[in-house]
């Protein structure tokens, strides 16, 4: 298991782009469960259940974790007036 970072060590730059990469991976990450959901939904209106329904809620996990490293280089961030 990769051990956290420090952020305390990144430059201000480093940290601006992280934040950029992890709210536009959350972005799309989200935007792609609610596609899947919805076609999960359709697909078991229209034949019976499938494993699509239940793709959505594998991702949740991904989700909450870049929510939460978006977060922490947030803080950081305010932390140093930027």
Do not use: C, W, Y
Not at 12 to 21: C, N, S
Not at 38 to 47: E, Q, R, T
């Amino acid at each position: 298991m990769k051990k956290e970072e420090d952020l305390s060590q990144n430059s201000v730059k480093e940290l601006q782009d992280k934040a950029k990469m992890l709210k536009a991976a959350s972005i799309v990450i989200v935007v792609s469960m609610i596609i899947m959901l919805i076609s999960g939904i359709i697909i078991s209106f229209k034949k019976d259940f499938s494993a699509l329904t239940v793709t959505p809620i594998s991702f949740l996990p991904l989700a909450i974790i870049f929510s939460a490293q978006l977060k922490k280089v947030n803080e950081e961030l305010k932390k140093r007036n930027v």
